[in-house]
């Protein structure tokens, strides 16, 4: 097999039910890389172009389930079964889906977000960084 010019991480982390966080693997996560990779192959994309792997935890549990686009470094999140012909449409075109993509915020637990903003509302006028 040559190597693909993309890989695509499907985080299929599983944390126990329950879990504040949540996880991708809870939300879906394993069907979706199921399908991505069917998809792609089907497609003719697998043997040389894009690569669906599996991923251990991406650490964006709360907007799972998340797919890490290397070596573009990007991140999808949220991502559906719904989503997935879109996502590889744009791989043909060499493009990103950008209602998927990642914000910067998004990369930080909301609990944590949520400790920086109370933080900012008892000490005004001081900034502090995610």
Known sequence: MAQRKRY??????RRPDGTPKGSCAARGS?????R???MLKKRGLA?????????SCLDTCWVGP?????????FYGRVTEADLEE???A???GERVE????APEDFVEPRELSRLDRARKAAPGRREEP
Do not use: G, M, Q, W
């Open 99 to 102: 209602r998927l993509l990642l």
């Open 91 to 93: 791989l043909e075109r």
């Open 36 to 38: 991505l990779k069917a």
């Open 87 to 89: 996502i590889v449409d």
């Open 47 to 55: 043997p040389t172009e894009v690569r669906a792997c599996t991923s």
């Open 66 to 74: 998340t797919i890490a686009v290397e070596p573009d470094h990007y």
């Open 30 to 34: 394993v069907e979706l890389h199921a």
């Open 8 to 13: 695509l991480f499907v985080c299929i982390n």
